[in-house]
């Protein structure tokens, strides 16, 4: 089943204990697309600038991610700036510059319209909701956003979250949506905003699935997967969208949505999120193989088998 993604393609200049790097290619629709090429066809929704050239564009071209959706406008492309220099799970944001985002109508390709899992991964609510309207045959929709859009942009945010079937966040922006400092509370409240699930990400303490719930399903309503340990974490930027990349590529992949596939879905989700944060940007997602993320999966599966 294919995937329609909407959300940033970006330039980042980021800064961690581990360097600095300038305009690395990046941006949320950018790295969940990468991550989720590994699992099924992926088709994204964005817009870029004059300065997005051909080795960008062979960037998606490598994994087969359908571009026809990605806009090309005057101006510059969409420019974030963060530091990690502080603290490696949280990302202090120097400099948002939206550029051809300000101005950006979305506009669905006729060769989307079949795609049954929309992503609304992180940008301005209003253009997630113009998408998610546009887009009414979605059998499964999820979508992320930032502290960013929570703080100053909530009523639009509250609209898209009534359309949404999952939602991945932060622990801290669950804690600062729903107003509630008590995690599980809180995640109870944003499930009253509208998603059936919310998966809370850890950073480097992995993430937890809550959700309503699921036909079938025991009792328990919560799924914890720890994070992978590794030696060296380069650059945290992106772990959130891959980790959405891998979730909801392998759950677009899979015929029937059991509760074992969703509990699978957050492996594969934590799988990806490891690998991006081992280099820069975009870097280790464009190297990556579907063998290496196998293995890592079984790594994953022997850290937390008990018997
Ligand atoms: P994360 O997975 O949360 O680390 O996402 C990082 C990506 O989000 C970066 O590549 C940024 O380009 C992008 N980003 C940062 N701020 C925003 C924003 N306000 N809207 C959309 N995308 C953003």
């Given at each position: 089943m294919a995937i329609t993604v909407v959300g940033?393609?970006?330039f980042d200049t980021v800064e961690t204990p581990s360097g600095r790097k300038e305009r690395c290619l990046a941006g949320a629709a950018t790295y969940f697309s990468?991550?989720?090429?590994?699992?099924t066809d992926v088709r994204v929704i964005a817009v870029v600038g004059e300065d997005f050239g051909a080795s960008e564009q062979a960037v998606f071209d490598a994994r087969e991610i359908d571009t026809t959706g990605i806009q090309h406008a005057p101006g510059k492309t969409f420019f974030w700036q963060g530091s990690y220099l502080e603290n490696l799970n949280e990302a202090r944001t120097l400099q948002t510059d939206l550029n051809v985002f300000a101005g950006f109508e979305p506009k669905i390709p006729d060769a989307y319209r079949d795609s049954q899992f929309l992503f609304l991964a992180n940008i301005d609510p209003v253009?997630?909701?113009?998408?998610r309207e546009a887009t009414p045959h979605a059998k499964l929709v999820a979508g992320d956003t930032m502290n960013y859009w929570?703080?100053?942009?909530?009523p639009a945010l509250l609209e898209v979250l009534k359309g949404l079937d999952i939602l991945?966040?932060?622990?801290?922006?669950?804690?600062?949506?729903?107003?509630?400092?008590?995690?599980?509370?809180?995640a109870r409240a944003v499930m009253e905003m509208g998603p059936r699930m919310l998966v809370?990400?850890?950073?480097?303490?992995g993430a937890t699935l809550f959700h309503k719930a699921i036909p079938g399903a025991p009792d328990s309503r919560t799924f914890k997967t720890p994070a992978f340990p590794l030696e060296q974490v380069t650059d945290p930027t992106g772990a959130g969208d891959s980790f959405g990349g891998g979730f909801?590529?392998?759950?677009?992949?899979?015929?029937?949505l059991t509760p074992g596939v969703f509990r699978r879905a957050m492996?594969?989700?934590?799988?990806?999120?490891?690998?991006t944060v081992e280099r820069f940007g975009t870097e280790r997602l464009q190297q990556l193989t579907r063998e290496e993320i196998d293995h890592r999966f079984n790594l994953f599966r022997e850290l937390t088998h008990l018997d």
């Open positions: 940033s393609v970006a990468l991550a989720a090429s590994f699992f253009l997630q909701r113009r998408v929570i703080k100053d942009h909530k991945l966040i932060n622990d801290t922006e669950t804690r600062m949506l729903a107003g509630n400092s008590n995690l599980v509370l809180a809370v990400k850890h950073g480097e303490y909801f590529g392998y759950l677009a992949s899979q015929r029937e492996f594969y989700g934590s799988v990806m999120g490891s690998f």
